[in-house]
């Protein structure tokens, strides 16, 4: 089996055909849906997902999301939007059969995002939080059920961005004020709402964070078949929690290509740590390519068109090369 790679989410620029024909062109064995940021709020990570959202709203204030009382313009916006994504990649898949990756905000990063009516974030409420979780969980539950009508062939993989879950489990997150940062989230709490969230869809499961610290155990506990992550914050304390993830079966969707404009190295060169990591950890060269997938860092939103695209074809020569030699 040839180590896949895929892309994060984002893409610059507005035009969903455009990104459509991207994200589906650079990785013809498993494409996904791209995200617009560049089009404005409800575009956005945090908006996208508050229009995936069951009985519950959102609006732009000037400090961020916060929650409705009924859907408005913003809501609205978000789910047109995500229309508009959705029809253009049914455009270009048609007949497609393989790995298609959607992508939705994790609970944790929406609760520390969505800000509540007097403004502090819904962190800071329990059973705010226990709402939320249950409206994405539903709003997920649905958003599946159409990618499947729309795209019958495709074997779905859902991923959950949650960029701010470290903070949440460490306390690190500031309030409206940023005088002060909200306490930490217990552990278990944390775990069992991903669990219940991760429930809705019996495929793979991967959470993407690019931040330090992501807490691979945790993860893999919850149900997390996938962790996609930025490569070059790994630190050697990370060593044992991802070894005992891929000898669990856990897939890495390893980080290597930088998401904003540079210079490419050599594909090989770019997956040059991943080969010196599992070397370092003793795991069997073979099992490389059945357990890595290779992706940018990050989103691609902040990269101009002709890197993203550049990008993403480095990718998947950086997985070949991978694939073809493991040691």
Same mark, same amino acid.
């Not at 049914?90 to 994790?106: D, P």
């Not at 499961?205 to 807490?215: K, L, N, R, T, W």
């Not at 770019?270 to 060269?285: D, E, F, Q």
């Given at each position: ?102 992508? $939705? &905000?994790?609970?944790? @990063? ?7 009516? !007097?403004?502090?974030?819904? +962190?800071? /409420?329990? %059973? ?116 005992? $993830? &891929?000898?669990?079966? @856990? ?7 930088? !998401?904003?404009?540079?210079? +490419?190295? /050599?594909? %090989? ?59």
């Amino acid at each position: 089996m040839s180590a896949g790679a895929t892309g994060v989410g984002s893409l610059p620029g507005g035009d969903a055909r455009e990104a459509a024909k991207t994200a589906t062109g650079s990785f013809d064995d498993f494409p996904y849906l791209p995200e617009l940021p560049a089009r404005g709020p409800g575009a956005d990570m945090i908006g996208r997902s508050i229009g995936l959202l069951v009985d519950m709203y959102g609006h732009v204030e000037p400090s961020g999301w916060r929650i409705s009382d009924r859907p408005g313009r913003d809501t609205r916006r978000a789910r047109s939007w995500l229309g508009e994504d959705l029809d253009a990649l049914e455009e270009f898949t048609q007949g497609y059969t393989g790995r298609l990756k959607v992508q $939705a &905000v994790g609970p944790w @990063t929406l609760a520390a995002a969505l800000e509540l009516h !007097g403004g502090e974030a819904m +962190l800071q /409420d329990a %059973g705010a939080c226990r709402d939320l979780a249950g409206s994405l969980a539903e709003g997920l539950r649905e958003h599946l059920a159409d990618v499947r009508k729309r795209i019958p062939g495709a074997d779905i993989v859902l991923q959950l961005d949650e960029p701010s879950l470290t903070a949440v489990l460490l306390g690190r997150v500031r309030s409206a004020s940023g005088y002060r940062t909200y306490r930490a989230v217990d552990r278990q709490v944390v775990e069992g709402t991903l669990r219940e969230v991760f429930a809705v869809h019996d495929g793979e499961v991967i959470v993407h964070s690019c931040a330090p610290e992501v807490p691979f155990g945790l993860l893999r506990r919850a149900g997390a078949t996938g962790v996609s992550f930025d490569f070059s914050l790994l630190t050697e304390r990370e060593d044992d929690a991802i070894g005992e $993830a &891929v000898e669990g079966g @856990t897939k890495l969707f390893t980080g290597v290509v930088p !998401g904003t404009d540079g210079p +490419l190295s /050599d594909p %090989g060169g770019s997956v040059m740590g991943v080969r010196k990591l599992w070397r370092r950890l003793g795991l069997a060269p073979g099992a490389l390519a059945e357990s890595v997938v290779v992706t940018p860092s990050c989103g691609l939103a902040g990269a101009s068109p002709a890197y993203a695209r550049a990008v993403q074809a480095h990718c998947v020569r950086a997985a070949r090369s991978l694939a073809d030699n493991p040691e």
